[in-house]
Nanobody, 125 residues
C-alpha cells in the first residue's frame, strides 16, 4: 500500500536550518506530484511547497519562497524540504503529500490523495 514517512523534524532556534525528508513507497514515485503542507496548533492545514514530475516544476507558498527549497530524488523515492532562516511562526507539524492524478504541482490540499503521519518542527525564538 501507499506509504509516506516523514523524518527530520525537531527543535531548532530561529535562524537555523532544517531538512525534512519523506520516503515514499507503494506507488510509482516518478509519476507523482509531491508536496509539503504544515499545520500549526489551532490552525488549518497550510500549503508549503510542491514539486512536479522529474522536478521540473515547483510551487511555493509566499511565506516559503526564498527560504525553503523542495527537491526530489527519483532514484531513492524521496522528497525533501530544505528550510533555511527558520522563524517561530514556522512551528508546525509538517506533512508530506502525494498524488498520481494531477500533472502540475498544486497548493490545493484536497487534490492530494495520500498523506504521511507528519513530523514536528519547533522553532524557538
Amino acid at each position: 500500500q501507499v506509504q509516506l514517512v516523514e523524518s527530520g523534524g525537531g527543535l531548532v532556534q530561529a535562524g537555523d536550518s532544517l531538512i525534512l525528508s519523506c520516503a515514499a513507497s507503494g506507488f510509482t514515485f516518478t509519476s507523482a506530484v509531491m508536496a509539503w503542507f504544515r499545520q500549526a496548533p489551532g490552525k488549518g492545514r497550510e500549503f508549503v511547497a510542491a514539486i512536479g514530475w522529474t522536478g521540473g516544476r515547483t510551487r511555493y507558498a509566499s511565506n516559503a519562497k526564498g527560504r525553503f527549497t523542495i527537491s526530489r530524488d527519483d532514484a531513492k523515492d524521496t522528497v525533501s524540504l530544505q528550510m533555511n532562516s527558520l522563524k517561530p511562526e514556522d512551528t508546525a507539524v509538517y506533512y508530506c503529500a502525494a498524488d498520481m492524478y494531477i500533472e502540475v504541482p498544486t497548493s490545493a490540499a484536497d487534490r492530494y490523495d495520500y498523506w504521511g503521519q507528519g513530523t514536528q518542527v519547533t522553532v524557538s525564538s
